[in-house]
């Protein structure tokens, strides 16, 4: 789990705002157990625990929280693109290099010059609600354009800046980070049981696609470290949990 992005640093626009927050959770933490707050993460019910300690005036003081914490389960990849360009790594996510364009980088400098650019980007946007509108731009694919009305870009990233959307299917899915899945035919959905729903994403294929669906899935999975459930045909029916373990806790579902 990234911490950071769930329980909302990542929408702060600065290091004192985060040094705030940090401490209201602190603060939370003395109010409550950890069990309580693990939980409240993984139901995305972390609103409704902090408003029932008596904080709720102290969380409006976050507004952009409410971008976040009422869905942890499905988070929009350019907060992990934020993350990214704050720290050494050389590669994102997989959902990140689909989204804002680092698997049409041929090379390191490609790479290097995209994030350098991004980094550029957030440090000129400081406020959350562009970040929001660049979330926006990706799923046009006009990420180059919105960027180049906040920031001076080199024109040759144009043709890297380039996203896969729009999607004329699974668009509610798009440019979403998930943790948790579950991929299922929509001829067996109803036979599925949803216990769990509270930890997983229910994500419904065609059938005529399940095959296909499931070796992408299995693909991204194994370079994450999340749990995915993919269930096979009518025909021959088995659910199988996966547990991947690599250096990320998130699958992307596009």
């Known amino acids: ?138 799923l046009t694919n006009k990420i180059y354009e919105y960027l180049s009305t906040i920031t001076q870009l080199d024109g040759r990233l144009a043709k890297l800046m380039q996203s896969p959307y729009p999607l004329h299917q699974a668009a509610s899915h798009a440019a979403l980070i998930f943790e948790n899945v579950h991929i299922c035919p929509e001829s067996i959905k109803d036979k599925i049981s949803l216990d769990d729903c509270d930890e997983f994403t229910y994500i419904k294929i065609p059938d005529s696609a399940d095959k296909d669906m499931c070796s992408t899935i299995l693909e991204k999975a194994a370079l994450t470290n999340s749990v995915v459930r993919i269930s096979k045909l009518p025909g021959d029916f088995e659910m199988c949990s996966l547990d991947m373990s690599s250096w990320e806790d998130t699958t992307s579902i596009l």
């Open 1 to 138: 789990m990234n911490e950071w992005i769930v329980l909302g640093f990542c929408t702060c626009g600065d290091l004192r705002e985060e040094t705030a927050l940090g401490g209201m959770y602190r603060d939370l933490l003395k109010r409550c157990t950890f069990e309580e707050l693990w939980t409240a993460i993984h139901k995305s019910t972390i609103t409704a625990l902090i408003d029932s300690k008596g904080m709720k005036d102290r969380r409006h003081k976050f507004p952009r929280l409410e971008l976040l914490l009422p869905n942890t389960r499905k988070i929009a990849s350019v907060w992990y693109l934020k993350q990214f360009t704050m720290t050494d790594d050389t590669d994102p996510i997989e959902g990140v290099a689909v989204d804002y364009g680092f698997v049409h980088c041929s090379d390191a400098r490609d790479r290097s010059e995209l994030k350098t650019a991004y980094g550029k980007a957030f440090a000129t946007i400081g406020c959350t609600a562009d970040a929001v509108k660049l979330h926006e731009a990706c």
